[in-house]
């Protein structure tokens, strides 16, 4: 089995890592250089996990940047599949003949027979590009969107729930902005005095 740990610029800090800052951890079965193409070539059972993101693979090519750090990597299967958690704690899936996982732009590019799947319903086309880093999807060739009644009723509820939550949050603020005394300096309680007087 071959395990090849990517950290990039992955500082160490006590808050939770963004994406970019969390390591990638890149397993298969087999493995090899590819000096031609400055390509490692990894084959059975590929594996890529970064933080929740989880992308499986029958085969993966991983390219460098001039800087030396890995780029992106592609992907190849019968079909290769990925799953992540949202921010929000829901989950979502996809699948694809292809994916290229851009970790400079933090992009998930499905190419092939894509679909994504998540509470709010199935998304497919032959390309669909996922953006990692605002959870939010754009897709080419075909794009066909499935709603289950349910969990649009569902989803939309919690939408609902968190803007309500957040409209909570802004009265509570206000009302303590109203309740507290109006800040006065020094320069408000002493009275003038005009030197020319004296």
Do not use: C, H, K
């Amino acid at each position: 089995m071959l395990v090849i740990l990517l950290a990039l610029n992955s500082p160490l800090a006590l808050a939770q890592p963004t994406q970019e800052e969390l390591p990638i951890e890149v397993i298969s079965e087999d493995g090899r250089y590819d000096v031609s193409t400055g390509a490692y070539v990894l084959t059975g059972n590929v594996r890529i996990v970064r933080g929740t993101l989880s992308v499986f693979a029958d085969e993966a090519r991983s390219f460098n940047a001039e800087s030396g750090e890995v780029e992106r990597i592609e992907l190849y299967g019968a079909p290769t599949r990925w799953n992540d958690t949202l921010e929000d704690g829901t989950a979502v899936d996809g699948r694809s003949d292809e994916i290229e996982y851009d970790f400079t732009s933090n992009l998930i590019t499905m190419r092939g027979n894509a679909e994504i799947r998540n509470v709010q319903g199935q998304f497919s086309g032959s390309q669909l590009v996922y953006d990692l880093d605002t959870e939010s999807l754009a897709g080419g060739g075909g794009v066909r969107l499935l709603i289950d009644p349910a969990t649009a009723e569902s989803a939309t509820q919690q939408v609902i729930e968190a803007a309500d939550d957040g409209a909570a949050d802004m009265e509570m603020a206000d009302s303590n902005e109203a309740s507290e005394p109006p800040e006065t300096s020094i320069d408000d309680t002493v009275p003038e005095t005009n030197d020319g007087d004296n």
